[in-house]
Structures are given as structure tokens and as C-alpha cells.
């Protein structure tokens, strides 16, 4: 089991926005009272931010790995 990836305070802020903007999106499918076409939008737009928080997280773990190879890579040399 590896290690979760340090995440800078940037990142964190990012991801935050996209988790709460994901919450807002669940609130309005439960307001939507049964509007298909309503709740396919929201439930879109949730894969979207889904896909979004992704990749996110993809890159904050590569940027972890980079950070973790500089150093061994200079000694390298």
C-alpha cells in the first residue's frame, strides 16, 4: 500500500471547490422533483466533476513522485 500523495495547499483548495461544487449538484437532483432532464444534467455534470477530481488527484500523486525523484536525480549526476 503506498503512501497518499502530499497535496499542496493549492491543490487542496482546488479539489475542495470541485468536491463542494459536486455537493451542490447531488442537492439539486434531490430539488429537481423528478425533472429526467434536470437530474440528467446534474448527474452529468457530477461524472464531469468526478472525471475532473481524477485527475486531479493523478496529478498531485506525479507531482509527489517528481518532488520525491529530484533530489536521488541531482545525486546522480
Do not use: C, N
Not at 10 to 20: P, V
Request: hydrophobic residues 45%; negative net charge; glycine residues 2%.
Amino acid at each position: 500500500m503506498s503512501a497518499a500523495p502530499i497535496v499542496t495547499d493549492e491543490q487542496k483548495a482546488y479539489l475542495q471547490a470541485l468536491f463542494d461544487l459536486r455537493s451542490w449538484h447531488r442537492w439539486q437532483i434531490g430539488q429537481s422533483l423528478g425533472d429526467v432532464r434536470t437530474m440528467q444534467a446534474h448527474e452529468d455534470a457530477i461524472a464531469y466533476l468526478d472525471l475532473l477530481i481524477a485527475t486531479k488527484k493523478q496529478h498531485a500523486a506525479e507531482d509527489e513522485a517528481e518532488r520525491r525523484a529530484w533530489p536521488t536525480s541531482l545525486s546522480a549526476r
